[in-house]
């Protein structure tokens, strides 16, 4: 089972995995990515009974795409319904060794031939594997009480270590008490949507919150689904300095995550809209920046330490790797055995990017080893428990630590009305490796 959010960025579905098609290098000329042709022809051939070209189709597509969990899925259903358990079993073995966990191997009618052949049971014991928690060593745990609901983001001040969040559904910015209870430090006047990403400036003056309209937030209405914008506050007043909006348009929008580069620029994720935003310093409302018809689902972002290179996650297509100069966006290859997709939160450590990877099953947290030209040259899972990190949310870092949430309370509103108890949630604490490459 993949991913347990359930908005346009991050599918909630009872599958192996529900990401959406990509690519390997960005050209825009093209209108989609292959993959996605590929796969949707796939599975026009294969309802109309032509199983040869459908394999093509979904072998084409993982040369473009050969770390996309679902085309390798796809490719053993098709080899087990042609009888070829040998070329099935290879296929789920690729997923096996990502790391994925598939508890519904054995459930799964395509596969229901293959259950008395002994590499059947070897895949079953390997997923399972897959699914243990992993990486705990050295972890630490903080509790925040009293939760209402959805704790997207977490951000402690540098300087005075006081710890905020951003709720999407009560469309505040919380602040943790000595006690882990929460009081609430936006004010309700300050008109914000769900609060999505935070972060500090610099210098420590000013938290920024991206905020947008959701179906989970409180008080959701049809006509707010294109409004969306940044929050600069003023941590000496602890007041609202002014909003920044997204120019008025048709379309729909999340800003889910943005990166604070050195010089002060904010450089905007949008879940739903194909752009990358800016925020110049001094700017007064954000930019178009970047927009590309193969971004599919833009999640967290990440400047590298010397302003060279920017990198987003992309939900459906992995990671991309954006030169600020040129714009020009290249994705970034996977190592073998490993898989970039579904991916949200994205930060930078000296030498790689640490990542929330929520898209998959099981839920876990990266760390991808970059070269000096920003290339992933190794993918480690530091973190994964599925009992203690079920809906993981995003994260920052904290000197030689990464802290993130683990059950942010996105399960808590698949149906936007409902009205769960308060509930604690829990703030993990883990050593990352922070050697230069």
């Known amino acids: 089972m993949p991913a347990s959010h359930s908005l346009h960025y991050r599918v909630h579905t009872r599958t192996f995995i529900t990401l959406v098609l990509v690519l390997a290098i960005v050209t825009v000329m093209l209108a989609e990515p292959p993959q996605r042709t590929l796969l949707r022809e796939a599975a026009a051939a294969q309802q109309a009974g032509d199983n040869v070209t459908a394999l093509a189709k979904l072998k084409r597509a993982a040369k473009f795409a050969p770390d996309y969990p679902r085309i390798h899925l796809e490719l053993a259903r098709l080899h087990a319904r042609q009888n070829d358990p040998a070329a099935a079993f290879a296929s789920l073995r690729v997923l096996a060794d ?23 049971a070897a895949l079953r014991d390997a997923f399972a594997a897959n699914a243990r928690p992993l990486g ?27 710890t905020f969040f951003g709720d999407v559904r009560n469309r505040c910015i919380w602040q943790r008490t000595d006690d882990g209870s929460l009081k609430k430090f936006s004010a309700d006047d300050d008109g ?35 409004r969306g914008f940044v929050a600069e506050y003023d941590l000496a007043s602890r007041k609202l300095r002014r909003l920044h909006p997204l120019p008025a348009d048709d ?57 060279r290179l920017l990198f ?3 939900y459906a297509n992995g990671i991309w790797r954006i030169d600020p100069v040129t714009r020009q966006a290249t994705a970034l290859r996977a190592p073998a055995g490993s898989t970039l997709f579904g ?13 929330i990877q929520n898209g998959i099953t ?15 040259s190794a993918v480690t899972v530091l973190a994964q428990d599925p009992q203690t990190m079920p809906d993981l949310s995003l994260g920052q870092l904290a000197g030689e630590r990464f802290e993130f949430i683990g059950d942010s309370g996105w399960v808590l509103f698949d149906d936007p009305a409902a009205q769960p108890a308060a509930h604690t949630i829990t703030l993990h604490s883990i050593p990352f490796t922070s050697t230069h490459p």
């Open 192 to 226: 914000l949507l769900g609060v999505f990403a935070l972060k500090f400036s610099a210098d420590g003056r000013t938290l920024w919150a991206s905020s947008s309209a959701v179906t989970a937030m409180n008080g959701y209405r049809d006509s707010d689904k294109s």
């Open 98 to 120: 990502m790391g994925l966990a598939f508890g519904e191997l054995d459930h799964d009618p395509a596969f229901a031939a293959l259950h008395n052949e002994a590499a059947f």
């Open 362 to 376: 099981p839920q876990r947290v990266l760390r991808i080893a970059l070269t000096p030209a920003g290339e992933a």
């Open 312 to 314: 987003v996650a992309d």
């Open 251 to 307: 379309r729909e929008h999340v800003l889910g995550d943005f990166a604070v580069a050195a010089d002060g620029t904010l450089y905007v994720t949008d879940s739903t809209a194909p752009v990358i935003w800016r925020l110049p310093p001094g700017a007064d409302a954000l930019e178009s920046w970047i927009s590309y018809p193969w971004f599919i689902s833009l999640q967290g972002a990440a400047v590298s330490s010397d302003g």
């Open 136 to 162: 705990l060593a050295g972890e630490t745990r903080r509790s925040v009480a009293g939760v209402t609901g959805i704790l997207e983001s977490v951000a402690t001040h540098p300087h005075t270590g006081e």
């Open 343 to 355: 991916i949200d939160g994205l930060y930078m450590a000296p030498g790689a990017l640490l990542a």
